[in-house]
């Protein structure tokens, strides 16, 4: 059940917004945010559980639709530091694993 | 929060030999993953490590794959006979308060 994420590439000049789009067929507990760049680890970003919170990390935020079953994640005002690509991770249920989708990959140029 | 850590940084292995993947985590962490992530590709869940037992494994964990916590506190990933397709970056991740802490990760390379 691996969500879907869109779009596949994003390119951005500094100062630029972005959306990115998760989605699931099935029902959601949770959505993580992570941003991993080349040749590192995933670095969390945010948590959104169920009940609609949107949360928010520096210029980055999110939502989360439950009945949609998406989430969408928020860049305002991109800074060259934002490249990379960024994945959701989902889970069905408390306390099971994450399955992360294709990601998105993000270019902010100046 | 304290970092993962994980060894070997890189290990370069033959077909067919057994390859172990060694992870410290934060001991009083409950839940423990492992992941791969093939070359420019998503981060694919391997397994689940709740209260020293597998809770979850996914359709790649198969015969071939293993986890352990032998002592306690490290973390193993065993690969018995590997084949060129294991070929990967090994991330291991621990949940804390909120997301996953990935360690730095194994990049294993099968030849």
């Known amino acids: 059940q691996q969500p879907v994420q869109s779009p596949q590439a994003v390119i951005l000049r500094e100062g630029e917004d972005a959306v990115i789009n998760c989605s699931s067929s099935k029902a959601l507990y949770s959505v993580h945010w992570y941003r991993q760049k080349h040749g590192e680890a995933p670095v969390f970003l945010m948590i959104l559980l169920k009940g609609g919170e949107q949360k928010g990390h520096e210029k980055i935020s999110a939502s989360f639709n439950e009945k949609k079953q998406q989430s969408s994640l928020y860049l305002t005002a991109s800074q060259l530091s934002y490249s990379g690509t960024y994945f959701c991770?989902?889970?069905?249920?408390?306390?099971?694993?994450?399955?992360f989708g294709k990601g998105t990959t993000l270019s902010v140029s100046s | 929060e304290p970092e993962v850590t994980q060894t070997p940084s890189h290990q370069v292995t033959q077909m067919g030999q057994e390859v172990i993947l060694r992870c410290v985590p934060i001991?009083?962490?409950?839940?423990f993953y492992w992941y791969r992530q093939i070359l420019g590709q998503k981060v694919e869940f391997l397994v689940s490590f709740y209260n020293n037992e597998i809770s979850e494994k996914s359709e790649i964990f198969d015969d071939q794959f293993s986890v352990e916590r032998p002592d306690g506190s490290n973390f193993t990933l065993k690969i018995r006979s590997t084949k060129l397709e294991d070929s990967a970056m090994y991330f291991c991740a621990r949940q804390g308060a909120g997301g996953y802490t990935f360690g730095s990760g194994t990049r294993l390379t099968v030849v």
């Open positions: 001991s009083n962490h409950l839940y």
């Open positions: 991770g989902t889970a069905n249920q408390a306390g099971t694993a994450l399955i």
